[in-house]
């Protein structure tokens, strides 16, 4: 019996010993399986920086030929430039020339023109002097027969007892206001011929009397009677309105210079707001396209993605047009792929967006659930480049993804009908699947 029972402790030995090495076994191969996923997708991932390698050789190759064409392009071009410029050189030498020539030719020609025209000239004008003053002395003859006529039946005056000099130099004198009214300085007046003189002409005076214009006396005559008629009766309440109405002009005035002023300030500002908007836009966009690149390619495993202006004239007010390709599909609009990929070009945005200006705290609600194994793999593999700057929050029932975070929340019914929340931090959870005490919320 005692042999019995050693031999059954030995076995009992044995086959603890038998399920830590099948224990570890299991381990391992779960180990060569994660070895062998990391492997492909190490691979998948040399293959796409080769094929970006190899295109991008292609474009250097590229660049390279057009730059050895500009260069035969640009040397050629300095042998024409420096074949007009000898030409122009020779034309311009040519035109100095005919330009001095050309010069003498009018000096010439003008002194020539200068003499013929003055003695013409001279002509004419004595001609046309002779002619004036025959008509002028025959049209004054007239008109003082007729004025002379006129005077004397409207008037019942005598000539010969005026001292017509005095009266006209009477009417000359300017008008002596008694009376001063603000803002009446520019009152329409008649003009005066004689500007500011004196009450009493001298002889010298007299004699130095323009000839008269007796048509333009008259129709001054005419001008004031008709103004004196015109003005009507006196109206003593015009000055007060006329105070009343320039104060609220001055006051009307005022105010439109402050809204021109303000106006102009206003307009200011919002070309400087537009200005400085513009700038950070297409900064901040062209960050975005280039990330957005980036992380779509990652998260696709090598597809490409692009965003694009759909007016470039005007990028405030245009809208983006999101340009997505998956691997093996030709480059189309986001709205034209299947919901896992409008969800994967989605969340390659939001962290193109997050790459320019990190957010603190992000919350996804089952945005894997469209997602394949492999995708999911990606999906996680991208997030966890992102733990340094945001803390996520995810709502999901992929295993995949649970494993990757570092707590877990959710809700159990041990008991029907009566439902638990259950947290867990995985680094409280020891190897073979227990919770240390006191660790557990």
Avoid at 18 to 35: D, F, G, H, I, T
Avoid at 85 to 94: D, G, I, K, P, R
Avoid at 283 to 289: G, K, N, P, S
Avoid at 426 to 434: P, Q
């Amino acid at each position: 019996e005692k042999d019995i029972a050693l031999v059954r402790e030995h076995l009992e030995t044995q086959r603890e010993s038998l399920a830590n090495v099948r224990l570890e076994l299991a381990e391992k191969r779960q180990l060569v399986l994660s070895a062998d996923e990391a492997i492909e997708r190490a691979q998948g991932e040399r293959a796409g920086l080769e094929a970006r390698i190899s295109r991008r050789n292609q474009e250097i190759n590229s660049i390279e030929e057009q730059i050895q064409k500009y260069r035969v392009d640009a040397e050629e071009a300095e042998a024409k430039a420096k074949e007009i410029e000898l030409t122009q050189n020779s034309v311009l030498a040519e035109l100095e020339t005919n330009k001095a020539e050309l010069k003498e030719l009018d000096l010439f020609i003008l002194t020539t023109d200068e003499g013929l025209s003055a003695q013409r000239n001279a002509l004419k004008s004595s001609e046309k002097s002779l002619n004036e003053i025959q008509v002028s002395l025959a049209e004054r003859r007239t008109q003082t027969s007729f004025l002379k006529e006129r005077i004397e039946t409207e008037y019942q005056l005598d000539l010969t007892t005026v001292d017509w000099q005095a009266e006209y130099w009477e009417a000359g004198n300017d008008l002596s206001m008694e009376f001063s009214i603000e803002g009446l300085e520019d009152f329409d007046l008649p003009a005066k011929k004689g500007g500011n003189k004196t009450s009493e002409p001298t002889e010298e005076d007299i004699e130095a009397l323009p000839s008269l214009d007796w048509e333009a006396v008259e129709a001054e005559v005419n001008e004031c009677k008709g103004r004196i008629t015109s003005m009507g009766p006196v109206n003593v309440d015009s000055i007060g309105e006329y105070a009343d109405l320039k104060e609220r002009y001055d006051f009307l005035k005022e105010q439109s210079q402050d809204l021109w002023e303000s106006k102009n300030l206003l307009v200011k500002s919002i070309d400087q707001i537009n200005a400085t908007s513009l700038s950070m836009f297409k900064e901040t966009f062209d960050q975005v396209r280039e990330n957005f690149i980036y992380t779509y390619d990652k998260l696709s495993g090598g597809g490409t993605a692009d965003l694009r202006l759909i007016d470039s004239e005007d990028p405030l007010e245009s809208g983006i047009d999101i340009i997505a390709r998956p691997p093996g599909t030709r480059l189309k609009n986001v709205t034209l792929l299947s919901g896992g990929q409008r969800t994967m070009t989605a969340v390659a945005l939001l962290f193109a967006i997050y790459l320019v200006k990190p957010s603190p705290f992000c919350v996804l609600d089952e945005v894997d659930a469209p997602f394949d194994e492999a995708n999911i793999g990606r999906f996680v593999t991208v997030l966890n480049e992102f733990l340094d700057h945001s803390k996520f929050v995810i709502v999901t029932h992929s295993k995949k993804t649970m494993t990757s975070a570092t707590t877990l929340y959710g809700v159990t019914m041990q008991e029907s009908g009566v439902s638990k929340q259950v947290s867990i931090r995985f680094e409280d959870v020891s190897d073979n699947g227990e919770i240390n005490d006191g660790e557990a919320a």
